[in-house]
């Protein structure tokens, strides 16, 4: 198992010394063996309490076991399909709502012409009648699988649940005029230039944490019920229950709204 180990480390060190001079190695490789890294990293442990088992139990068979399971994490390691890389772009008309269900999800959404949703291994895409579905693999939740999704100027809904997320965005205008979260960690990262549709945000059970970049003047108000909030603001914003632009309505979980006006 020592010269295993010792192999591969002086295989990383040549990719990593190569990579330093040549362009033939890719940032995405690296990427690629750290999340999977993250998503194996148990097999060390299993690796070396079969080999400490060995060292007490004298039993040949099970140093045998050791190298197999250390040589399965570096296949493993290197091999294993990377959440990131995006390997199917579909377009899709009339969606008024977009369903995120299950596993490990990273959105990233831009603005464009048509309706696209360009997705990563493990990802399922479905659309039933009004409503896209996107379901990820629920047991990679520790690696973020990744979905882009282009949006025309139109308005839409957004569902959570059951799962992790992360989602993104940049737009001139707010897209979305309800977002519902349940029984989910949720990180949100929106950047709205205009808020010309007011965003009604509901979370129930979740760990979430916002971040709205927004307008200054814009209006807010978050209602909860039950559970731990912390509101973080920053600029010029206006907290009001008098139809407010974003409206929280958070109940039972943990949550952190950060909202930061002046653009």
Request: charged share 20%; aromatic share 16%; glycine share 8%.
């Amino acid at each position: 198992m020592r010269v295993i180990f010792g192999i591969f480390l002086v295989f990383v060190g040549v990719l990593l010394l190569l990579a330093t001079f040549l362009d033939f190695l890719t940032f995405s490789f690296f990427e690629r063996i750290f999340y999977n890294l993250n998503l194996f990293w148990p097999l060390i442990l299993i690796t070396v309490g079969v080999y400490f088992l060995y060292l007490g139990l004298k039993k040949r068979w099970l140093y045998f076991l050791s190298v197999g399971v250390f040589t399965a994490f570096l296949v493993l390691l290197l091999v294993w399909p990377y959440g990131s890389t995006l390997e199917r772009s579909q377009v899709f008309t009339g969606v008024e709502k977009i369903l995120f269900k299950s596993g490990g999800i990273a959105v990233k959404f831009s603005e464009g012409e048509e309706f696209r949703v360009s997705t990563s291994y493990g990802v399922e895409v479905s659309k039933a009648g009004p409503n896209l579905i996107v379901k990820g693999q629920s047991w990679r939740r520790l690696e973020l699988n990744v979905v882009e999704i282009e949006l025309p100027k139109d308005t839409l809904e957004l569902s959570l649940e059951n799962g992790v997320f992360k989602l993104k965005g940049e737009f001139e205008e707010n897209r979305f005029t309800r977002i519902e979260a349940r029984n989910c960690v949720l990180n949100v990262n929106f950047d709205f230039q205009k808020v010309t549709v007011p965003l009604y945000f509901e979370a129930e059970d979740c760990v979430l944490e916002t971040l709205f970049k927004l307008p200054n003047g814009t209006s807010y108000f978050a209602e909860k019920s039950k559970g731990l909030l912390l509101k973080t603001i920053e600029g010029n914003l206006i907290e009001s229950d008098l139809n407010p632009r974003l409206f929280f309505k958070l109940n039972d979980g943990v949550f952190h709204i950060r909202l930061e006006g002046g653009i």
